[in-house]
């Protein structure tokens, strides 16, 4: 059991079906998470990295559907079709892909805990903090009230809520934006999950608590020994935490890397970009080499390189030739870019596009 | 327009805006009767007039210069936006002067200001809700200078068409709704706006905080051009110190209402003087790997503005706070002190027996015995589950006799820094206190 990934996502699409058109906001995406590692998950908005880890928990409201792929979690399949669809050409279920019965009792909270970016959003208003804590431990736990509640309070103790016991009782809107983001951590953790999946959780709050967050997690991370995905657009975060990281871009993961090598030695022209245009605390930059244009719609994704448009090495071949995700160096780093001879694309014959581009116009430009 | 003859000589030697004093309070209460308190004890009259307030802004002053960038840093519910509205005087302040190219805001007639705006201009942080969704992009830019009787039809269409164009957008777009364009194209027509009436000084209030990186990047390089191009003086708010480090000439960080150091950019970034800046500078990840493990953590939350600390008001979360000048303390058992302080403060611990909780936060006893004294009865208080009386034992014996409890910190300049226009608060750096190192 152990030398399988704790968390094994093969080819997920997910799609939303609106009156537009079929958005492809996750399409074709696979990554894994082992045991007590933290996997990040990296890109800006729209690539697809909220709707990957809601796929994952199966949180896809409709008009949105998991269409295809695999997710097995510590050998239970999450998400699991029939190679042929039915009859009637939708996507058949395995039939050991999970109830959402079984999800709800088995997997969610339990197994995989989720933290959302916005802490108000994710407690509800008109009951107390501690209540709310109390309950979710009493129903996945299986303690009695008064277990539960001692549980609660001892975990709000540990991620760093002053007086636990007197704020047991306090109302979210008593809680500042970071001790609600603690309270979230709380309940995450309140049930020893397995996977804990961040989406943002830090993006809303200030610098210093966000430093406090990191390291309660850190620290978190050792006791428990819990694993995290975390989804997030900020560099710094990224280098501070992660141990390998995933890129997305227009719900595709162009490159898959270690954090030492993505941040030293990239292989996907959009991680190079996307490193060049951040301004850093650390040192003063000259200038920013930000990335021309913005990402492009989901709906009706660019043709063969879905990065070609915006792509400073983009050649004719990347027009045409859709690259998926390969091993292009030594190290097992993984990069979706035909300039690596993995492809044997012919990119080097092929002619560059960044001088001529008449087709795209005045359009280019952000 | 009273006072002519002051600005254009002038502003060669003056700065372009000189802020003093500037202060605003919000009244917290609410309705005609909100700040009365009624409590019958049965001996006085039962109402007590209580108003509460929120100072926002507190005794804030500094200077920008024609032409540079000041970058204003901060957390959040520091004062950062009230400072930008009672500048550009959307709020009008409660107290203080700002003096720009010369003339006082503050003192202006509301027409004599409505004119003055031709000059300053604002960037607002939601690059959504400042654009009017049922008007074409050229109305929109060209409703300042209608505003202010600049061009006629013809020159203000043509300007608008041209300013398109410096903010990196097609001219064609003029005849287009804002929902057909993206946050960052969306900013840049904010900025075309802005730009419309040719302000002197445009202050922008988190310009780039609800855009991702890359457009982010795409936006500080435009604002930067356009200063070159168009000579303008930005004040440039945001919580993201690494935009303040690349944009600003100058920066000044906000705390609870005040300043607490400003600067040169590159000086106050490799070598920040004041705690909090320094707290604040060694908090944030840096997107490096290999620097990992570098960063450190401030504690505790931002106090309330209605009732914030006395004299210093980073006090309560300092690090290098002052130890009291009566007690013979050494800077690590000081330090043992001030985590035992915190650590009750917060009921963090299991409070057992005191011999073990002795040993758990001090190195043996303390060499001054009126400190071991109050030591130990506060720790014999939270055995006994008097947490309350243990914490206010500290607080007063401990917190409260330090002088950056006694006495508020000016914004001096440094001692034996070269330039003048280096200035902290804190009593570290000031003539107060004995300069100390810190651990």
Same mark, same amino acid.
């Given at each position: ?110 197994? /995989? ?23 979710? /431990? ?126 030293? %030695? ?60 390969? =091993? ?39 | ?26 009244? %917290? ?43 204003? *840093? ?35 007639? %509301? ?77 840049? /027509? ?31 390089? =435009? ?41 040169? *950019? ?17 908090? /944030? ?21 209605? %009732? ?12 290098a706070l002052i130890a009291?000048a009566?007690?013979?303390i050494s800077g690590?058992?000081w ?68 002088v ?14 070269? =330039? ?6 804190c009593h570290l750096h000031?003539?107060?206190g004995e300069p100390i190192q810190h651990e």
């Amino acid at each position: 059991m152990s030398d399988t990934p704790l968390l094994k996502v093969e080819n997920l699409k997910t799609q939303f079906f609106t009156e537009a058109g079929t958005v492809q906001a996750v399409d074709g995406v696979s990554f894994t998470v082992e045991r007590g590692e933290i996997v990040g998950l990296v890109g800006e908005s729209g690539a697809g990295k909220s709707v990957a880890v809601r796929s994952i928990l199966r949180l896809i409201d409709s008009p949105g559907h998991i269409v295809g792929g695999e997710i097995t979690f510590d050998g239970k399949t999450v998400v699991g079709f029939e190679d042929e669809p039915g009859t009637d050409g939708e996507p058949t279920r395995r039939e050991e892909m999970l109830t959402n019965t079984e999800m709800r009792s088995q997997i969610r909270g339990s197994e /995989i805990a989720l933290i959302f970016q916005d802490p108000m959003e994710s407690l509800n208003p008109v009951f107390t903090v501690g209540g709310q804590l109390r309950e979710l /431990i009493e129903l996945n736990r299986g303690l009695s009230k008064q277990a539960a509640r001692d549980r609660a309070i001892e975990i709000l103790r540990e991620v760093g809520i002053p007086q636990p016991a007197e704020r047991f009782d306090d109302y979210p809107h008593q809680f500042s934006g970071g001790m609600r983001q603690r309270v979230l951590i709380a309940m995450a953790l309140g049930c020893e999950p397995k996977l804990i999946v961040a989406d943002e959780p830090t993006t809303a709050l200030d610098v210093t608590v966000e430093g406090q967050i990191l390291d309660l997690v850190y620290d978190l991370q050792d006791k428990y020994d819990a694993s995290f995905l975390w989804v997030t657009h900020d560099m710094g975060i990224v280098a501070e935490i992660c141990d390998r990281v995933n890129v997305m871009y227009l719900g595709e993961v162009v490159e898959r890397a270690s954090v030492d090598d993505l941040f030293y %030695n990239p292989q996907h022209p959009y991680t190079e970009a996307l490193l060049n245009s951040i301004p850093r605390p650390d040192q003063s930059t000259e200038d920013l080499q930000p990335l021309e244009g913005a990402m492009p719609e989901p709906i009706n994704p660019p043709s063969g390189c879905r990065f070609h448009d915006r792509c400073p090495e983009a050649r004719e071949v990347c027009q045409r030739t859709h690259p998926d995700l390969r =091993t292009v160096t030594e190290a097992g780093q993984y990069a979706a870019c035909l300039k690596h001879d993995a492809f044997e694309a012919a990119y080097e014959t092929s002619r560059p596009l960044t001088d001529e581009s008449p087709a795209a116009g005045g359009d280019r430009r952000e | 327009m009273t006072d002519v003859s002051s600005h254009p000589e002038e502003s060669e030697e003056d700065p372009l805006v000189r802020v003093s004093g500037l202060t605003k309070h919000f009244d %917290n209460s609410s309705g005609l009767l909100g700040s009365y308190e009624f409590a019958p004890d049965g001996l006085s009259f039962p109402f007590t007039h209580n108003p509460e307030t929120v100072r926002a802004v507190d005794g804030v002053s500094f200077e920008i210069e024609q032409g540079e960038t000041l970058g204003l *840093v901060g957390e959040s519910g520091c004062g950062k936006s009230t400072l930008a509205r009672v500048l550009l005087q959307l709020l009008s302040p409660t107290d203080g002067d700002i003096h720009f190219q010369g003339e006082n805001l503050a003192e202006l007639s %509301n027409e004599a200001l409505r004119q003055r705006r031709e000059d300053i201009q604002m960037i607002f942080q939601d690059p959504q809700s400042s654009l009017d969704p049922r008007m074409k992009i050229g109305a929109i830019i060209e409703e300042p200078m209608e505003a202010h009787g600049l061009r006629d039809a013809t020159g203000r269409e043509q300007r608008a068409k041209e300013l398109l164009e410096s903010v990196g957008l097609e001219p064609q777009y003029y005849d287009r709704y804002p929902h057909e364009f993206s946050g960052g194209q969306r900013q840049r /027509i904010n900025l075309a706006r802005a730009l419309s009436v040719d302000p002197d000084f445009v202050v922008l209030d988190e310009p780039t905080s609800a855009l991702d990186v890359s457009i982010q990047a795409q936006i500080l390089n =435009t604002l930067q051009d356009l200063q070159t191009e168009f000579g303008l003086t930005y004040l440039f708010i945001s919580h993201d110190l690494s935009v303040i480090r690349h944009i600003s000439d100058r920066v000044a960080v906000m705390y609870l209402g005040e300043l607490v150091e400003v600067g040169d *950019v590159d000086r106050l970034f490799e070598d920040p003087r004041h705690p909090y800046t320094q707290a604040l500078l060694s908090s /944030i990840p840096v997107p490096d790997p290999r620097s990992r493990g570098e960063r450190s953590v401030l504690h505790g939350d931002v106090p309330s503005p209605i %009732n914030p600390p006395s004299g210093c008001r980073f006090r309560t979360r300092c690090p290098a706070l002052i130890a009291p000048a009566e007690y013979d303390i050494s800077g690590s058992e000081w330090a043992d002190v001030r985590e035992l302080i915190r650590a009750v403060d917060r009921r963090s611990f299991d409070a057992d027996s005191v011999s073990h909780i002795q040993e758990q936060f001090l190195d043996g006893r303390l060499t001054d015995t009126r400190c071991q004294e109050v030591v130990t009865e506060a720790i014999e208080h939270t055995v006994a589950d008097e947490w309350e009386r243990a914490t206010e034992l500290l607080q007063t014996e401990f917190a409260e006799k330090s002088v950056c409890a006694e006495t508020a910190p000016s914004l001096d300049s440094i001692t034996g820094e070269p =330039t003048t226009d280096r200035r902290v608060a804190c009593h570290l750096h000031g003539s107060e206190g004995e300069p100390i190192q810190h651990e």
